[in-house]
Nanobody
Framework: QLVESGGGLVQPGGSLRLSCVAS????????VGWFRQAPGKEREGVSC????????NYTDSVKGRFTISRDNAKNTVYLQVNSLKPEDTGVYYC???????????????????WGQGTQVTVSS
């Protein structure tokens, strides 16, 4: 099971730290992707981190503003989101893909577990 938290309402330029906590399995053995779905749009991948080795990837629109990281002691992956823009608004989901070490990607059918999502709203 994956559970996201940390979303909320924030002004443009603000920051949040999203958390993705796993239970029932060791998250470090899984690549983790963060996805978001804006109102009326398809879900898109924004960031991911590979299993064990920790290779990271970001979609172009968030590079330099978002940072993905792991805390294995807490079985958690974080997404630090800074310099938020209104277009970052959406429901943010984390997902876990078993044993992808050398890279990570956002092909949704490859992911084994999904969280329920956390809402991020960027508005003044």
């Amino acid at each position: 099971q994956l559970v996201e938290s940390g979303g909320g309402l924030v002004q443009p330029g603000g920051s949040l730290r999203l958390s993705c906590v796993a239970s029932g399995f060791i998250l470090d053995y899984y690549a983790v992707g963060w996805f978001r779905q804006a109102p009326g749009k398809e879900r898109e991948g924004v960031s991911c981190i590979s299993s064990v080795i920790g290779v990271t990837n970001y979609t172009d629109s968030v590079k330099g503003r978002f940072t993905i990281s792991r805390d294995n002691a807490k079985n958690t992956v974080y997404l630090q989101v800074n310099s938020l823009k209104p277009e970052d608004t959406g429901v943010y989901y984390c997902a876990a893909e078993r044993d992808r070490r050398r890279s990570c990607q956002w092909y949704e059918p490859d992911y084994d577990y999904w969280g329920q999502g956390t809402q991020v709203t960027v508005s003044s």
